[in-house]
């Protein structure tokens, strides 16, 4: 079992930034694939960032590349994304997840990670 827990969500004006974090605890997160989805109020929850084991690979959606990178600490058990040049559309609760992988790639879909945070509000001002 895997706890995931978020934080740094708040209130930005847009151009800002924000840095999320997402603390694992329960098993030893070097073990997981991590990735990090957002969900806007009426639409699906769609996938934003990934990393693999060890942080070597990493992959974005198209709509966030170049602004938002994702990272992880395996000795703080802690993944991050490091969310620039924020837009009014890239207000959403963002949810890390957690996909337990024996070799070293990077997961994109949102079935198939197996533990996911409570999430953390985003907003972005125009």
């Known amino acids: 079992q895997v706890q995931l827990v978020e934080s740094g969500g708040g209130l930005v004006q847009a151009g800002g930034s924000l840095r999320l974090s997402c603390a694992a605890s329960?098993?030893?997160?070097?073990?997981?694939?991590m990735g990090w989805f957002r969900q806007a109020p009426g639409k699906e929850r769609e996938f934003a960032a990934a990393m693999s084991r060890t942080g070597a690979r990493t992959y974005y959606a198209d709509s966030v590349k170049g602004r938002f990178t994702i990272s992880r600490d395996n000795a703080k058990n802690t993944a991050y994304l490091q969310m620039n040049s924020l837009k009014p559309e890239d207000t959403a609760v963002y949810y890390c997840?957690?996909?337990?992988?024996?070799?070293?790639?990077?997961?994109?879909?949102?079935?198939?990670?197996?533990?996911w945070g409570q999430g953390t509000q985003v907003t972005v001002s125009s």
């Open positions: 997840a957690a996909s337990f992988r024996t070799t070293d790639t990077v997961v994109t879909g949102r079935g198939a990670y197996d533990y």
């Open positions: 329960g098993r030893t997160a070097s073990n997981y694939a």
